[in-house]
């Protein structure tokens, strides 16, 4: 069986106000979900509590991920469990080179798995690299960059899409945070969610922005409205949002 996150009648609030109002949502290895919906409908608020960010609240519900309750995972449990949150690490980290950083991280899951791991060796791991770039098509030459140090929205991006790869996440949370995404950061992503998306991967690409669909074709798509989910269905729901906005959202649950 698959890794599965369920999330199951979520309530969150942040300083005592009622922001998620009991969302239902079950990602399975294997499927790309989109999560729209309008600013401010909660869906950030969301991916935070997947992160286990301290300021939210949850006064409800449950989300199990592999079996066991996430909200009691501390966050690097989490991503050994094979959760992936896209904004985990955007800290810049001079002195620090993307390389070095992804092979720390897979050393320390290797340690934490088994004490006496002695973790990956340097050609074991930079030919994993290599080839994890080349399916990316990615220059080699990115590995080598300080992490996050300068990085333009694009490359933050594409960072992040050789993280999901080489740390073979089997559930991945995108949270395209509606500013200063432009369109060549999109597609970074949109391309990585496609070539990455398989029978191992489950994706939830969180966004307001229709047009992303332009380049990702999700399974299912639901919108999120003042903290539910409303809708929720295929691409025909995507197609239906890029033709028609949020306007009969609101009118239909307001
Ligand atoms: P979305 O990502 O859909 O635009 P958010 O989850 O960011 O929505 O926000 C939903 C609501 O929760 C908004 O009213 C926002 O102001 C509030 N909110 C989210 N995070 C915080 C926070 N850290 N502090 C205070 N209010 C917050
Ligand atoms: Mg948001």
């Known amino acids: 069986m698959g890794s599965v996150l369920e999330i199951r009648n979520l309530h969150v609030s942040v300083e005592d106000k009622p922001i998620l109002r009991g969302v239902n949502l079950t990602i399975k290895q294997g499927e790309v979900h989109a999560l729209m919906g309008p600013n401010g409908s909660g869906k950030s608020t969301l991916a935070n509590v997947m992160l286990g960010h301290p300021a939210y609240q949850v006064t409800g519900g449950q989300v199990i991920f592999e079996g066991q309750d ?23 980290i001079p002195g620090v080179t ?64 050789l993280q999901m790869a080489v740390l073979q996440a089997r ?30 991967m489950g994706i939830l690409v969180i966004t307001h922005y229709q047009r992303i669909l332009n380049y990702i074709k999700p399974e299912f798509v639901h919108v999120m409205f003042e903290g539910q989910i409303v809708e929720s269905g295929g691409a025909d729901l995507a197609l239906h949002l890029e033709e028609n906005g949020y306007d009969w959202v609101r009118e239909k649950h307001a």
């Open 171 to 200: 559930i991945a949370i995108l949270d395209e945070t509606d500013s200063g995404l432009d369109i060549d950061a999109l597609r970074i992503v949109a391309e990585g969610v496609n070539k990455l998306r398989g029978p191992e």
């Open 98 to 161: 993307l390389a070095n950083f992804l092979r720390q991280a897979i050393n320390s899951r290797m340690k934490a798995a088994d004490p006496n791991s002695k973790g990956i060796s340097i050609p074991e791991f930079r030919r994993m690299l290599k080839s994890k770039m080349d399916f990316l098509q990615m220059d080699h030459s990115f590995a080598g960059r300080y992490l996050n140090d300068g990085f333009s929205g694009g490359e933050k991006k594409r960072a992040e899409i």
């Open 70 to 92: 996430l909200l009691e995972m501390e966050a690097d449990e989490r991503s050994r469990a094979g959760l992936f949150l896209a904004f985990q690490y955007p800290v810049a």
